[in-house]
């Protein structure tokens, strides 16, 4: 069945529907037409949709009328057919070109109109703005709306312009496989009978060119419109986490865009290239037949006489003209062919620039990558060593301050002076006292670690040297005695660890006593009756012991002398009331006494002041006290250079009393604002958008480097 009959029958068939509607009504069509089951709405199909199934349907019958055309070449053998062919396949491509210029004017249409609404109410908004008396709530929801249309007016030209590209794809590819199938066919033949048909594919390859050419400067628009918005994304990048991981890709995506640019600049070169040589190819069989044509004239003499007919004369003249014509049009399609030739030469220069530099920037990334991972272990390494001495050095100051809190919680219940005496000095001490003279041994203390002393020992002794009378002191002591009680003094001296170490865990060097702090201890460690007038002073004391030993030795000693103190202290306990009620054994002055109180007290306030005071307190007070005098420094002045002037001398201007210039902040502040570098994020935008336009061939960088008066003639 033809296209004819099918239209006829579909035609018979409207009208009757239509008589059916108009006689019975659509509920009782309905009911014929369609069962119960069926949903009526699944029958309905809009309009817009079925004009553009019906459009698509005439396109694909001219496209499969023309390959019916294309397979016949393979049977025909003849030149005459074959020409009746080709006057067929142009007829096939015509309707071909109409059916699809018919379509994209259909899908182009709703796109051509939001673009002209959105551009008139774009222009009414801006009217409105300018001549309105409108509040700024109202001045903003205009700006909006004008940025709404103008992103719509931008997707309808985007739009235009796919669909342009995909129309011309079309004509392109119909028109490329018609010219194949004819340089195929010209292979059969040879030049004499083929000449017939030359004409004609001359036309069809310039026909090709051109179709190729409009078809790839629409591809470039819109990789020029991509560009444009890639880089107006790059330009309105805000700060962030990802912003340079984003111009990152945004330039990535540039690049890969500028190649695809170049590959279609390339195309278009070489096609304006091919549209050229068609033109060259035709003007210059024109000269061949123009040289080559023969012309009869009648029988003259000579061809002076000939010349001497101005009819003959006006042919020959129009001849050569218009061979001259001919061969001037061949040099300036030759000229630009070269130019041709020459932009397609710095393109595929500007195309290896760019992949060169793009292949360059990503092994710098890489590059920067690597050191940066290398330089962020090394960082690592040394974050964590200094993590780990902070946290070494926050556990010694925290220990530290935990032995001083319990050193003052110490110093605070046991307010007197303490020192540590090392075991070799009470060896040594031992050894002279059993050389001088033997004693009792309850009253021996080799073996005693030391006696704590505290200031309420000088009340008990001032208490009973009111209570003891005469009849307790009756008793004469010897020098020898005195001299070992001298002797044993410094003994007494050194601290019980009893009560110690159970408030301190490690070993704690404390200050040591000098000779008259020795004496005063030696007076105040017993609580024995004051001493006769008669009797002679004591001996000096021996001299002072040298330091303790380190601290690891007294820790190490520390259990040992614990088992021993125990017995020993209760030893004296029990001794206390007994030497209280026998003979004194020391024989005392009561000016030393009064001395020793005196210093006692000095020594006890010293020991206050030293806990709550620092040594700036101590500098401070010592001024106070007019006891430390500070040194007045003379100011030193430099001399002045020999080879510099006192107009270059900022202090010797000053000095002269030069007025400075006050700097505005405001200024100030602006000159720092607007420093282009300061932001990582700008830098780097800056960078991308210059690399850009390095990479991208300007349109000035062709011109001067081209330039072509009569390119677009």
Not at 500 to 522: G, H, I, Q
Request: hydrophobic share 35%; glycine share 2%.
């Amino acid at each position: 069945m033809t296209e004819q009959e099918v239209d006829a029958l579909c035609y018979q068939l409207q009208v009757y529907l239509g008589h059916g509607l108009d006689t019975c009504g659509w509920k009782i069509l309905s009911q014929v037409l369609f069962s119960e089951a069926d949903d009526p709405e699944e029958y309905y199909e809009s309009l817009s949709e079925l004009r553009q199934k019906g459009y698509e349907e005439v396109l694909q019958r001219a496209r499969r009328r023309i390959q019916e055309l294309l397979d016949k070449h393979k049977n025909t053998e003849s030149m005459v057919e074959l020409l009746d062919l080709y006057q067929m396949e142009d007829e096939a491509y015509s309707s071909l070109a109409e059916a699809t210029t018919e379509l994209y004017q259909y899908l182009l249409q709703p796109f051509r109109d939001m673009r002209e609404l959105a551009m008139l109410r774009r222009q009414q908004i801006k009217i409105s703005m300018e001549n309105d008396y409108l509040g700024p709530r109202r001045i903003e929801s205009l700006q909006k709306e004008d940025a709404d249309w103008q992103r719509k007016a931008h997707m309808a030209v985007l739009s235009i312009q796919d669909l342009t590209v995909k129309y011309f794809e079309i004509t392109a590819k119909a028109q490329k496989a018609v010219y194949d199938r004819m340089r195929a066919d010209q292979k059969k033949f040879g030049k004499a009978s083929w000449a017939a048909a030359a004409e004609r594919m001359e036309k069809l390859q310039y026909a090709v060119s051109k179709e190729t050419l409009q078809m790839m400067r629409a591809k470039e628009i819109c990789l020029e419109q991509r560009k444009h918005a890639l880089k107006e994304e790059m330009q309105s990048l805000q700060g962030g986490t990802e912003a340079i991981a984003r111009l990152d890709q945004l330039e990535a995506d540039y690049y890969d865009l500028q190649l695809q640019l170049y590959e279609v600049q390339f195309e278009i070169l070489k096609c304006e290239e091919l549209l050229l040589t068609a033109q060259l190819e035709s003007i210059k069989r024109l000269i061949s037949e123009k040289r080559d044509e023969v012309v009869y004239y009648d029988t003259y003499e000579s061809m002076e006489a000939m010349l001497e007919k101005e009819e003959m004369a006006a042919s020959v003249y129009l001849q050569r003209e218009e061979l001259q014509k001919l061969q001037q049009k061949a040099r300036q399609l030759e000229a630009r062919r070269g130019r041709v030739s020459a932009k397609k030469s710095y393109l595929r220069n500007k195309k290896e620039i760019c992949i060169a530099k793009h292949n360059e920037k990503f092994q710098q990334r890489t590059r920067s990558e690597d050191e940066y991972r290398a330089h962020h272990t090394v960082q690592l390494k040394r974050e964590k060593l200094h993590d780990e001495e902070e946290r070494k050095s926050a556990w010694v100051s925290q220990e530290r301050q935990k032995t001083l809190d319990r050193l003052r919680t110490f110093k605070q219940r046991y307010p007197g002076q303490v020192i540590l005496k090392s075991t070799r000095l009470r060896l040594a001490h031992a050894r002279r006292k059993s050389a001088a003279s033997p004693v009792p041994q309850e009253d021996q203390c080799d073996s005693l670690p030391g006696v704590l002393q505290v200031e309420e020992k000088t009340e008990e002794v001032g208490e009973r040297r009111g209570k003891l009378g005469p009849s307790q002191t009756a008793e004469p002591q010897s020098l020898a005695q005195l001299e070992d009680t001298a002797l044993a003094q410094p003994e007494a001296i050194s601290l019980p660890l009893i009560g110690v170490t159970s408030e301190l865990p490690a070993p704690v060097s404390l200050p040591l006593l000098n000779n008259n702090d020795l004496e005063l201890c030696s007076v105040i460690e017993d609580p024995l009756p004051p001493p006769l007038p008669p009797t002679p002073p004591p001996p000096p004391p021996p001299p002072p012991p040298p330091p303790p030993p380190p601290l690891p030795v007294a820790k190490d000693s520390a259990p040992e002398t614990l088992e021993k103190d125990m017995p020993r202290k209760e030893g004296n306990e029990k001794r206390i009331p007994k030497s209280a009620s026998a003979p004194s054994a020391h024989l005392f002055d009561s000016s030393q006494l009064v001395s020793a109180r005196k210093k006692l007290r000095k020594t006890a306030e010293g020991l206050q002041r030293r806990r709550v005071s620092s040594p700036m307190d101590e500098v401070l007070a010592s001024l106070k006290r007019g006891s430390f005098h500070l040194k007045k420094v003379e100011q030193r002045t430099l001399p002045p250079f020999p080879d510099e002037d006192d107009s270059n001398n900022i202090l010797a201007q000053i000095r002269k009393g030069v007025k400075l210039k006050k700097v505005q902040k405001d200024v100030l502040r602006e000159s720092f604002t607007l420093l282009p570098d300061t932001d990582p994020l700008t830098r780097s935008i800056h960078e991308a958008l210059r690399r850009i336009k390095e990479a991208s061939p300007e349109s000035e960088d062709e011109e001067e480097a081209l330039p072509c008066t009569d390119w677009e003639n």
